[in-house]
């Protein structure tokens, strides 16, 4: 049974997956399709997954995967070739939802619009700093989803999935874009604006996670950390996929009745956290001022 209002209407967790947006970051195409092909050959697993469903996008930018070679990302380790970050018309595909210059990112709309999933990740590559994790994580910027829902995604969402990842002996960082010129001066949360897949996300008052992997690690560790990372997600939301839909849908009603609507933000950097970012002794410590924002209104 694959009709959206029946699924909708039974509860039922919508997860959607989606690879290959940047396809020279293609880790999560070849992790992705892997974990597909376990869900159908092994029971186990597809019973794991409850009532969900998974919503699967193995290649988003199909132009891009297609325009193959071993130059366009410098120093990346493996595979020996890969797909180009720009669709037939060399637009960046991940900085087109809302604009929807391209047809991909109208298609894509509808999908989303129609589907309307819970939970999004979409699966990318860093583009080149050095540090000692071979998985980085972006979420959704809390305040942006209203509610409850912001408050249970940073409280309670993210620190469970830091410690699973590390559990699953994939030890995870937020991704490392430094505050000033080194992750010593503090390491600040993406502010996503709807043009990037999180930010777009907010909107529908979906949770986004985008993992980076580690460009100069190799790839086949790369491949590992973001099944383990996508796992990790799918897996929380199927044991609390009531609880978030109930957050959800109180968001919506929420943004429904709202007078007015934030629409210039500022990084809050009076309340920062502390993170281990050493990962080899656990000494160094960065300052996470980036968690937090006020709206400026």
């Given at each position: 049974m694959f009709d959206r209002e029946q699924l909708r209407l039974a509860g039922r967790l919508l997860f959607l997956n989606n690879n290959g947006i940047h396809p020279g970051e293609p880790e999560g195409i070849d992790a992705c399709m892997a974990l597909v092909r376990d869900l159908c050959l092994q029971p186990q697993r597809l019973a794991a997954l409850g009532s969900a469903v998974l919503l699967f996008i193995p290649v988003y930018n199909v132009d891009g995967c297609v325009n193959r070679n071993n130059s366009s990302r410098v120093s990346q380790v493996g595979p020996e070739s890969f797909g180009f970050r720009g669709n037939s018309r060399n637009l960046d595909l991940n900085r087109d939802f809302v604009n929807c210059d391209t047809l991909d990112a109208q298609v894509f709309n509808r999908f989303f619009s129609e589907w309307d999933p819970d939970?999004?990740?979409?699966?990318?590559?860093?583009?080149?700093?050095?540090?000692?994790?071979?998985?980085?994580?972006?979420?959704?910027?809390?305040?942006?989803?209203?509610?409850?829902?912001?408050?249970?995604?940073?409280?309670?969402?993210?620190?469970?999935?830091?410690?699973?990842?590390?559990?699953?002996?994939?030890?995870?960082?937020?991704?490392?874009?430094?505050?000033?010129?080194?992750?010593?001066?503090?390491?600040?949360?993406?502010?996503?604006?709807?043009?990037?897949?999180?930010?777009?996300?907010?909107?529908?008052?979906t949770i986004g996670f985008m993992p980076k992997t580690h460009m100069l690690k190799p790839f086949a560790e790369r491949c590992a950390s973001t099944r383990a990372l996508v796992e990790s997600v799918l897996a929380f939301n199927v044991a609390h996929h009531t609880q978030i839909q109930g957050m959800r849908s109180a968001a919506r009603q929420d943004a429904a009745a709202r007078k007015r609507w934030p629409v210039h933000w500022q990084v809050d950097f009076s309340r920062p956290r502390a993170t281990p970012f050493n990962l080899e002794t656990a000494v160094g410590r960065a300052r996470v001022g980036c968690d937090r924002v006020r709206w400026q209104g």
């Open positions: 939970v999004k990740v979409d699966t990318h590559t860093s583009n080149g700093a050095d540090y000692h994790y071979t998985m980085t994580l972006i979420h959704t910027q809390s305040d942006k989803l209203g509610g409850e829902l912001g408050g249970f995604l940073r409280e309670t969402m993210v620190p469970a999935i830091y410690d699973d990842m590390a559990a699953r002996g994939w030890p995870t960082s937020p991704y490392v874009h430094p505050v000033r010129e080194s992750p010593d001066d503090g390491i600040r949360h993406t502010l996503e604006t709807p043009r990037f897949s999180n930010g777009y996300a907010a909107l529908h008052h």
